[in-house]
């Protein structure tokens, strides 16, 4: 569900699979939201060229994946829903599919759904919502993977988190490639907490490379903001949060994401300038308008935290919030740290 | 013990504390294995100075620091130990500390030497060396930090690990300062093996940056470093060693270490000629003749994996050794992991 960038790359990875496999259907339906580009409907580009023109030019897809704008199509004739979209639109086309229905019995469901829901005092992922809407089982994948580079093989990993392990061996059947490996961990919410939190810390990291620190500050800062991220998340859940450290979901893609990317970058530039340039103005220059998830994150992750009364708890999360949205000196990051007082263990 | 670049860096630290806290002698003894630089003693730079300019150049030192030439000094006068030698020293330094002795019953030591020893079948750390040369307990201290950098007083934070925790709080009371945090966690062993064996990775990870493979494929191999180095030390070591994962000892360091540092350097020239160009020939160019760590731990931890007849559960480990000793292709390294069956969990 979902033929954008991501949606369609891992339904090539399915796709071969499937056509791998004889537990599984040969044919694998992308649902498109049709549309049209350069004249020609985007289904019928998909099914004719075998390439996603829109939103993943330059590769071949499987002739076993076919697109279908037609939703009700996908919903009845299918038993195992790969979900990829955007996070906004997350909550409505679930519910478009329930009223698609009848979901078949016995069917399951994965979230490739970047970020979680932070409103209020609470934190929902949405394999919550997912569940919830269609009820069916929803496990969730995520790790240091980019659409493009998956699309290309380049070796890249993944990580499905679980609950009912039968499920997570199905997933994996399906998604692990050569070049695309999945390791499985129990616990859905970690994953995804990772996922969306560690671009928190992605800002963070931009505001030492900003302020000409050094890679060992820096690795300090991203220490801190893996055990935050293990602390929100074992906090607000259940699970035990911290297995998922030691995978792709985890360190990897917490690495990948404070070393490099956009969020990095952009928060460079705003600690460069002492925080005296607009984050619209840093991302008009330098994202040609686009929007940053990390200082987004930033804001919502700061604001679950105080509607909870656990500011104290989470030092760094708190004060990139500041940094980005209150005017605090960007060298408070550090001075944060820095304190006199020893703290006994 | 040891007043060289990160003996005398530590030193400076220790002596800052010794002043601030009531609880320890004002004086803190450098001991400094006597040579002449620039036509004057060492000891005697060191005390008129207030400067180690030969091992760490244009810091000033607490003159509550004393350089002290006489061990016997050192070892009598002392109740708490702190052991920051080259690896190739230990055995011999302490072996000549325990004859200057009696140490004074009570004493405490903490090691800071890098590295771990690996002949045979066994893995030793070196405070299980020094505590049975010197009959005292021995810590270890180890993270992401450089001495220079702490020196000039740059964040960065450090591990302690410890078996008895009131040994912890007086080397935390020790080290800690508002530039160079202090965290401890239960567990010697761990703290030295990641020290140790995190420059492995370094070379694994230098491969990536040789082959121009990009961040995902890099931070997969990090991560599977990461989970090798908990496995070795799980296995060699009755310790829970995948605490220090979360410290400064742990990820932080490597992180820094396979992100830059002159092992990832090297190894990625290494991989750029497709292993043609001998490591003495890159050592020449880039390290001016200095030897790398990362290429001869390589090859130490394989010796220990085969005689344990484990090389199978490393398989990072030992393509990384293969391709740095035996003529493999630097592109077997993402081979390895790039295989068809799907590894059940």
Redesign the interface.
């Known amino acids: 569900m979902g033929c954008g960038n991501w949606g369609t790359a891992s339904s090539k990875l399915i796709a071969e699979n499937a056509a791998r496999h004889p537990e599984f259907d040969n044919t694998v339906r992308l649902w498109v939201l049709e549309e049209v580009f350069e004249g020609r409907k985007l289904s019928e580009i998909i099914n004719t060229d075998h390439e996603n023109k829109k939103y993943l030019p330059g590769i071949k897809l499987p002739h076993n994946l076919v697109g279908v704008p037609d939703m009700k199509e996908c919903v009845q004739e299918s038993d195992t829903f790969i979900i990829v979209l955007p996070h906004q639109f997350v909550k409505s086309t679930v519910r478009k599919m329930k009223e698609m229905g009848p979901i078949k019995p016995g069917s399951i469901c994965i979230s490739l759904v970047k970020g979680i829901e932070l409103t209020g005092r609470d934190v929902v992922c949405f394999t919550e919502t997912i569940e919830q809407e269609l009820g069916i089982p929803c496990l969730a994948l995520s790790g ?3 659409a493009t ?1 998956v699309a290309k093989e ?4 993944a990580t499905i988190g679980y609950k009912e392990k039968e499920h ?2 199905i997933f ?2 399906l998604f ?1 490639r ?2 695309f ?4 961990v129990p616990g859905v919410a970690a994953v995804q907490v990772f996922g969306a939190i560690k671009n928190v810390v992605a800002i963070s990291a931009g505001f030492c490379d900003g302020l000409g ?8 800062i ?2 801190l903001g ?2 935050e991220i ?1 602390k929100f998340a074992n906090k607000f859940f259940s699970e035990d949060c911290n297995k998922v ?4 979901a ?4 917490l ?2 994401t404070c ?2 990317g956009r969020n990095v970058r952009c928060a460079a530039e705003f600690a460069k300038h002492q925080g005296k340039k607009s984050w619209t103005d840093i991302e008009n220059e330098m994202l040609g308008g686009q929007k940053l998830q990390g200082t987004s994150t930033a804001e919502e992750v700061y604001n679950v935290l105080k509607a909870n009364g656990i500011e104290a708890e989470f030092p760094l999360f708190v004060i990139t919030y500041k940094i980005a949205y209150e005017g605090a000196d960007p060298a408070d990051l ?1 001075r944060q ?4 007082a ?1 703290t ?2």
């Open positions: 240091a993977n980019v580079n380049e070796f890249s990993e997570a061996l994996q059947k692990d050569p070049y490996k999945i390791n499985c620190l050094g890679s060992n500050t820096k690795a300090a991203m220490r893996l055990n293990c450290v030691f995978e792709s985890g360190v990897a893609d690495i990948t070393i490099g550090i740290f820095s304190v006199e020893i006994p263990f």
